[in-house]
């Protein structure tokens, strides 16, 4: 045990006052990377690109039913020019689980694979000529767990439904 701590200790000092070395780029390689315009494709600006990622987990149970979900959301933005704006999110979603209640398990199955792949489940395309006017072109295609649950299909939001 004297040992072993003796080796650990050791380990850790040696470790903790070394050094790595920096290797000098050499200056042909540094002026093949400056010599491109700094553009993907040759026409995107990475300066106008963005994207942030979203993880959630959910697990849903009633009956004889049950269902957990993991997802994965990239949202990414592109600034095309000053007032037009392009964004899309893509989604990746897996259950580990699910369950429609069935004594098939090829059923269970069935319904477990219908919520697992990747997905565009939106584009927009904004576009904003002047300060107080704005157009927007959406695609939205969201897989059936999320069918009713946003502001564009709930009729209990919609000021302008009229069926009572």
Known sequence: MKK???IVVVLALVTGISFSQF???PSKTKTQLKSGNGLLLGFINPKNFSISHSFSMNVMTG???SVSLASYTATMNYKILKNLNLSADV???YSPYASIGSNNPAINKDFQNSLNGINLSRVSLDYQP???MS???NYFNHK???YGYDNYNNNYYNPFWLGR
């Open 4 to 6: 072993l701590s003796l």
């Open 63 to 65: 009956g004889n039913t």
């Open 144 to 146: 059936g767990g999320y």
């Open 130 to 132: 002047t300060k107080d």
């Open 23 to 25: 290797k000098e780029i």
């Open 135 to 137: 157009i927007s072109i």
């Open 91 to 93: 989604t990746m979603q």
